[in-house]
């Protein structure tokens, strides 16, 4: 592979719901040392090898951004935002009436979500469909029901 095809590949915002800066870093290259400062970042892997994003300000849909590479595949994050960050099991979750799982990730958390399961027992591996910024009113919130990484 080519040093052009290993370098990060940046995506413009589109029309599709996407939001904010994203980038894919090739699999050979990610590691949680990889992920910018004062964004959120989501792993293919555990161990954060594999397939990296990191946001600014989310996507309504994994699916679509990043190429679908962690759509329903993300097993680590990191909030290096100052933020917390909310998690959803479905895509176009958050705020849409779409009901499902949500995961609130609050600043400086990093970690493997593969063990983390909610209340009722929904396990988070492999189950992230979109991601979002908490939104601050009277604290902070997901737009749905939600679980706490502190």
Same mark, same amino acid.
């Given at each position: 592979?080519s040093r052009?095809?290993?370098?990060?590949?940046?995506?413009?915002?589109?029309?599709?719901?996407?939001?904010?800066?994203?980038?894919?870093?090739?699999?050979?290259?990610?590691?949680?040392?990889?992920?910018?400062d004062?964004?959120?970042?989501?792993?293919?892997?555990?161990d954060?090898?594999g397939?990296?994003?990191?946001?600014? !300000?989310?996507?309504? @849909?994994?699916?679509v951004?990043?190429?679908?590479?962690?759509? @329903?595949?993300?097993?680590?994050?990191?909030?290096?935002?100052?933020? #917390?960050?909310?998690?959803? !099991?479905?895509?176009?979750?958050?705020?849409?009436?779409?009901?499902?799982?949500?995961?609130?990730?609050? #600043?400086?958390?990093?970690?493997?979500?593969?063990?983390?399961?909610?209340?009722d027992?929904?396990?988070?591996n492999?189950?992230?469909?979109?991601?979002? #910024?908490?939104?601050?009113?009277?604290?902070w919130?997901?737009?749905t029901t939600?679980?706490?990484?502190?």
């Amino acid at each position: 592979m080519s040093r052009i095809k290993a370098a990060l590949a940046t995506l413009a915002v589109t029309a599709t719901g996407l939001a904010g800066a994203l980038a894919v870093q090739s699999p050979a290259a990610a590691t949680y040392d990889q992920c910018p400062d004062r964004n959120f970042c989501i792993f293919y892997n555990a161990d954060s090898s594999g397939y990296q994003g990191w946001f600014t !300000e989310g996507t309504d @849909d994994l699916g679509v951004a990043l190429g679908g590479k962690l759509q @329903d595949q993300t097993s680590a994050v990191w909030n290096r935002s100052t933020k #917390p960050w909310c998690l959803y !099991e479905h895509a176009k979750q958050n705020g849409t009436g779409v009901p499902g799982h949500a995961l609130m990730v609050w #600043p400086g958390w990093k970690g493997s979500i593969a063990g983390v399961r909610a209340s009722d027992g929904f396990a988070w591996n492999d189950q992230v469909s979109s991601l979002r #910024p908490a939104i601050s009113g009277f604290g902070w919130y997901c737009l749905t029901t939600w679980d706490n990484l502190r």
